[in-house]
């Protein structure tokens, strides 16, 4: 029986493959923009495995954006940004209790043994906490112009799924959990920079 982490780290890394294809193949914006929400999926789907099913309660900032995003998504817009600052704030003093490196053997053929890992190191720590402190700035400062009420839930959401990534890049400690943050952090960017998909430069600047 495959055991349950393996199998959820396969399927999240499939749909990444996935998604991978629709941008590289795909000529329609709609669909290219499809293609970026199933990589989030897909990446979420990874980080929850990792974190929630290894057990490891000390990465538990990065799971407080996490449902920093599903209540901005069912609130409404007037308070979705200080839920998403409050989110980030509080993600921001948990990370101090963050002190533990920890490894989950994924897969291993043959004397190739690929790793899922998190790491503590000094440079580590320092890339976290410049992060997670210039986080909450950023969200305080978009208070001043992110003002139209149809795209503020989109954007608080897109703003966390971005910190979230920001957090899982500086704090991996392998190559693959290194390529699930750089893609997750490629997905966010990609969406943050295409915001305002309603305008070609916007666009064009996003593909």
Avoid: C
Wanted: hydrophobic share 60%.
């Amino acid at each position: 029986m495959i055991p349950l982490l393996t199998l959820m780290i396969s399927t999240g890394l499939l749909m990444i493959a996935i998604g991978i294809s629709g941008l590289i193949f795909s000529r329609h914006f709609v669909l290219m923009l499809f293609s970026a929400e199933i990589m989030i999926l897909a990446s979420i789907l990874l980080l929850v495995s990792f974190f929630a099913t290894s057990g490891q309660s000390d990465a538990d900032f990065v799971l407080v954006l996490f449902t920093g995003i599903l209540l901005v998504y069912f609130a409404n817009y007037k308070n979705a940004k200080y839920i998403a600052l409050a989110a980030s704030i509080v993600s921001l003093l948990m990370l101090p209790f963050f002190s533990s490196s920890e490894t989950i053997s994924w897969l291993s053929i043959a004397n190739l043994q690929i790793d899922i890992a998190i790491n503590t190191s000094k440079l580590n720590l320092m890339l976290l906490y410049l992060v997670a402190f210039m986080s909450p700035v950023i969200f305080f400062y978009s208070f001043g112009y992110m003002g139209l009420p149809g795209e503020q839930k989109r954007y608080y959401i897109e703003m966390l799924g971005f910190e979230t990534a920001m957090l899982l890049f500086a704090m991996s400690g392998s190559f693959v959990t290194l390529f699930i943050g750089w893609e997750f952090l490629s997905m966010t960017s990609y969406l943050l920079i295409g915001f305002w998909y309603d305008r070609e430069k916007a666009v064009r600047a996003a593909r």
